[in-house]
């Protein structure tokens, strides 16, 4: 009888090498499973199993004097998908749909133009949180926003993660805004800056695709503001946005015409 085959022994894993098994293999897993608030679905166990890099090597690599193990490795993890930006996806659809509505911008009736300007709103935002909270992406990057912004325990260097993501997130919106805006013949008041006014609305469309999920109806609110005064469907962010713009935008002096927002309070 022949010899059995002498076992090969396995290559051993750098320190590096082993970090990036687990934290690609925790993507997977989020993707798969999601995150609940508590940050716990998604375990170095997990990980562990699902990467095939051994316990200790890998309690090793996310060994720490004050945090324990698994905390680390959620905290990597999440960061390692934040930096990823799997947003873009959402910042590329708002684009097409700007596009798409501000074409209608093409007016010297400020009455006209005030209700272009409007229904530019309504349109980009329909149904834009209904979409935010079926996106994969953001059902994991929502939760870890909400847990970190309400629990005094969450890492720093996450808190500063999400910071980053969002100012990055802000300052490609703002194109839009400053686009829509001078299309409709108004500036912003001189006490605003345009990232404060993105900054403003991206917390507006953050807070509304969660309270969304308690208050189903607020997705979509009728009102009468059609071309002949015939109901519409409003999603609450885009009231919300309609408010903001309403106080934040003046008539721009230098514009050949300017919408007539006053439209917007009417009856």
Sequence with gaps: MGQPSPRRKRRRLSHDEARSALIEAGKRLLVERGLDTGL?????????????VPRASAYRVFERDDVDPQVAFRTELLISYIEGD????????AQLIADDTLIAL???????????????IRLAFAG???????????????????ATALN???????????????????RNFVPLYQLACA??????????????????????????????????????????TGPNGEEQPWSHEAVLIEGLA???????????????LSVWTRP
């Design 106 to 120: 093409q007016t010297d009736d400020p009455v006209e133009l005030a209700r272009a300007l409007r229904e530019a």
């Design 40 to 52: 716990g679905l998604v375990t170095l166990n997990a990980a562990i199993v699902a990467s095939g």
């Design 86 to 93: 799997p947003l873009a996806k959402r910042r590329e659809a």
């Design 128 to 146: 834009t949180v209904t979409d935010m909270t079926k996106d994969p992406d953001w059902q994991i990057i929502g939760p870890s926003w909400a």
């Design 152 to 170: 005094p325990w969450a890492p720093e260097e996450l808190v500063q993660a999400h910071r980053k993501a969002d100012l990055s997130s802000v």
């Design 246 to 260: 309403l106080t934040s935008f003046v008539p721009d002096p230098d514009a050949e015409v300017s919408a007539d």
């Design 183 to 224: 299309a409709g013949g108004m500036k912003l008041r001189p006490e605003l800056d345009w990232a404060t006014f993105a900054l403003l609305a991206n917390s507006t469309a953050n807070a509304a695709s969660f309270y969304s999920r308690y208050h189903p109806e607020l997705r979509s609110i009728m009102r009468p």
